[in-house]
């Protein structure tokens, strides 16, 4: 499936054009409580929208929940067109679940847990990204949590069928947000280059993302500039695109159960096992490689990551990694989040395995995957 993309600030003005183009009457537009108004994008889209009946739909948590999505879609269903994901991932991951859940017959949890397939394509959908880190308004999946189990929906349907990425609404991301995201992107890039789907494509957006990322990170965060914000939407943006073909990897696998347990955001968790992991890698071996191109391939691939990191080993990189974490203003100190051994047993026991399939050297015990957070 492929997708319209608008790039550049003041690109939400295309909405307009967009709902005309497609003939939209009823739209269904999925945000944050405060994101439409604080972003901008309220104002800008208020005169729009006078011509069309608007539906809001911002009663879901950060970590979309199947049953908001059901209450989500039992309001869908009353007519509705076109949908619209103002936010962050997680109000852009709401949009294509309700969206496409809507357009199946059979109860949501079937496709959810894959004991059904997607066929029927939604309404077209317009995502809109405030953060920059996500890159959901360049994927096929949409993370969904059912009594707190992290759920991945996969189907090419789910790309939205226009990505706006306006830099401008992104400024008024806190420090805390603009930290974990940041280290979101920097996370996927790193994780879809090593990860066994990799390919020639999906690594030129990884090399890209991680160079705009690394040069951009710092002064997205501390200086909340224009100019950094915008480079780091746009690595968002092909991290995104990365993983929409190689899909992510450990340091993923692993943080969902640690958002899920200890409420910390998304990009944060990721990045507490990102360092590790890469280390973890580059000591892989034939009997434990899980890439099809073999050990001598992963362990290139590592090296390369190394280089693109500015680093001259995975143990430098590892503490280059951390430093950064640090530097945007995340805490990364394990037994100051309050995650002491137990907990990290207990993380490692209720890892998801889907993510994990991907890395490219295989964890042939708990203790391997435990050995990441060291």
Request: hydrophobic share 40%; charged share 25%.
């Amino acid at each position: 499936m492929r997708q319209n993309e608008f790039f550049g600030n003041g690109s939400i003005k295309r909405i307009e054009g967009i709902l005309k183009e497609e003939g939209a009457k009823k739209i269904f537009l999925v945000t944050g409580k405060d994101i439409y108004a604080l972003t901008g994008a309220e104002k800008e889209l208020k005169p729009v929208f006078e011509d069309y009946s608007l539906t809001f739909f911002t009663d879901f948590s950060p970590n979309p929940d199947l049953k908001e999505i059901e209450a989500g879609m039992e309001l869908f269903r009353k007519g509705h067109d076109l949908v619209i994901a103002i936010g962050g991932g997680s109000s852009i991951d709401m949009a294509k679940a309700i969206n496409i859940l809507s357009a199946q017959e059979g109860s949501p949890v079937e496709f959810i847990e894959k004991k059904k397939e997607i066929s029927e394509r939604g309404a077209p959908l317009i995502a809109v990204p405030t953060t920059t880190g996500s890159g959901s308004e360049a994927t096929r999946f949409a993370v969904v949590y059912v009594g707190g189990k992290k759920h991945s929906l996969e189907n090419d349907l789910l790309l939205p069928s226009y990505s706006i990425i306006d830099p401008v609404l992104s400024m008024s991301m806190p420090k805390s947000v603009a930290a974990a995201t940041s280290m979101d992107a920097i996370c996927q890039a790193i994780e879809s280059y090593w990860s066994v789907n990799s390919t020639d494509e999906s690594k030129a957006y990884s090399r890209e993302a991680i160079k705009l990322a690394l040069a951009n990170a710092r002064g997205s965060v501390k200086n909340a500039s224009l100019e950094a914000r915008g480079a780091m939407a746009r690595a968002a943006n092909l991290a995104g695109k990365a993983i929409n073909i190689s899909k992510t990897t450990a340091p993923h696998a692993l943080s969902y159960d640690i958002v899920a347990r200890f409420g910390l955001q998304h990009g944060h968790a990721v990045a507490l096992a990102l360092g590790g992991a890469l280390e973890y890698n580059s000591g892989v071996t034939e009997k434990d490689c899980n890439d099809r191109r073999g050990a001598a391939y992963v362990k290139k691939t590592i090296g390369e990551i190394c280089s693109l990191l500015g680093c001259s080993g995975p143990s430098e990189a590892k503490d280059l990694i951390r430093k950064l974490a640090a530097d945007l203003g995340l805490e990364i100190g394990l037994e100051k989040l309050g995650i002491g051994g137990k907990d990290i047993a207990q993380i490692a026991e209720n890892v998801n395995l889907e993510r994990l399939k991907n890395n490219p050297r295989n964890f042939p015990s708990k203790k391997s995957l435990v050995s990441v957070f060291r």
